[in-house]
């Protein structure tokens, strides 16, 4: 499968700090989801992004999708304690069903 | 309420004898996987089944076998033959037309290998 790396491993926040996690790839990849799992829990399903260039905001959250589609950015303006967890990227191949995980960002919020 | 259930939450297993995680979703999915996580680590694919009676293995499928004889169910054996079995196990579900819509994960279960 597709492998991806994500930087950086943990970043650890003051509450109202914006907080950035990249994933890059060396080849073209055909799309991206991203999923946010919380301590303890299970990843849940964010987004997913397929136009090269492509931009989705959900609230204080962005995704952004490289025009090369060779990376991917999750920004999250103004934490909260409520956004502590790890995101993971995703790719998808262009066969097949499986996704590969990135290693995933843990974001540590404190108030 | 639809969903994928996973049980149990929490296993516990002397080395040496195989244990099956069971996982069964009511989402009408047709899709299926297992995925394994350890601290720190992103999830590493086993098996997945994209049709009834039908998989394919993951990156990681050495020690564990799958069956896929219903829709609904997708359960993981972890053999004796898995030489490091103690992590997190993920099942998740996703509908093939509609994958943009992700995938559908359980709750998990932890498995420790005494």
């Known amino acids: 499968g597709q492998q991806v790396m994500q930087i950086p491993q943990y970043q650890h926040v003051q509450e109202g700090e914006d907080f950035t996690t990249y994933c890059n790839s060396s080849?073209?990849?055909?799309?991206i989801q991203w999923y946010k799992q919380r301590p303890g829990g299970h990843p849940v399903f964010l987004i997913q992004l397929v136009k090269s260039g492509e931009v989705k905001k959900q609230k204080r959250l962005t995704f952004q999708f490289g025009e090369a589609k060779k990376n991917s950015s999750l920004h999250i303006t103004a934490t909260q304690t409520t956004d502590v967890g790890t995101y993971f990227c995703a790719p998808n191949s262009n066969s097949g069903y499986a996704l590969n995980f990135g290693k995933g960002t843990s974001l540590l919020v404190t108030p | 309420d639809g969903g994928i259930t996973q049980s149990p939450k929490y296993l516990f297993r002397k080395e040496g004898q195989n244990v099956t995680l069971s996982c069964e979703q009511n989402?009408?999915?047709?899709?299926m996987y297992w995925y394994r996580q350890d601290p720190g680590q992103g999830l590493r694919l086993i098996y997945y089944s994209q049709i009834v009676n039908d998989f394919q293995k993951g990156d990681i499928a050495e020690g564990y076998s799958v069956s896929r004889e219903k829709k609904e169910s997708f359960p993981l054996t972890v053999t004796s033959a898995q030489k490091n079995p103690t992590a997190f196990y993920l099942c998740?579900?996703?509908?093939?037309?509609?994958?943009?819509?992700?995938?559908?994960f359980g709750s998990g279960t932890r498995l420790t290998v005494v």
């Open positions: 998740a579900s996703s509908s093939i037309e509609g994958r943009s819509s992700g995938y559908t």
């Open positions: 080849t073209t990849l055909s799309n």
């Open positions: 989402l009408n999915h047709d899709a």
